[in-house]
Nanobody, 120 residues
Framework: QVQLVESGGGTVQAGGSLRLSCVASGYIGSMAWFRQPPGLGREGVAVSVGSGSTSVTDFVKDRFTISRDNAKKTVYLQMNSLKPEDTAMYYC?????????????????WGQGTQVTVSS
């Protein structure tokens, strides 16, 4: 069983930055970040494949960056130029397989979530 622990959420003004971290307790392949805005469904934001390759979804790719430290079993999400519409619960997800998927159905391990609130 893999456990994921997220940190780094908080409240920030529009235009600010936050860095989320997620530490895994065991072996993992792909690690990803999802978010769930209030009243909406969970959407994929970025994925880091085990090899180190990354992908960020189009709607945030000019502002968010995903990175990973395999030695620390940690994935990060650097979020810059934050907007009020980025307000959401952010979840870390992991899968033992390595893949590029940003479908929630492809991830078997989830963190508890960390809240990000961006004020205007």
């Amino acid at each position: 069983q893999v456990q994921l622990v997220e940190s780094g959420g908080g409240t920030v003004q529009a235009g600010g930055s936050l860095r989320l971290s997620c530490v895994a307790s065991g072996y993992i392949g792909s690690m990803a970040w999802f978010r769930q805005p209030p009243g909406l469904g969970r959407e994929g934001v970025a994925v880091s494949v085990g090899s180190g390759s990354t992908s960020v979804t189009d709607f945030v790719k000019d502002r968010f960056t995903i990175s990973r430290d395999n030695a620390k079993k940690t994935v990060y999400l650097q979020m810059n130029s934050l907007k009020p519409e980025d307000t959401a619960m952010y979840y870390c997800a992991a899968d033992r397989r390595s893949h590029w998927s940003l479908s929630r159905h492809d991830y078997g391990y989830w963190g508890q979530g960390t809240q990000v609130t961006v004020s205007s």
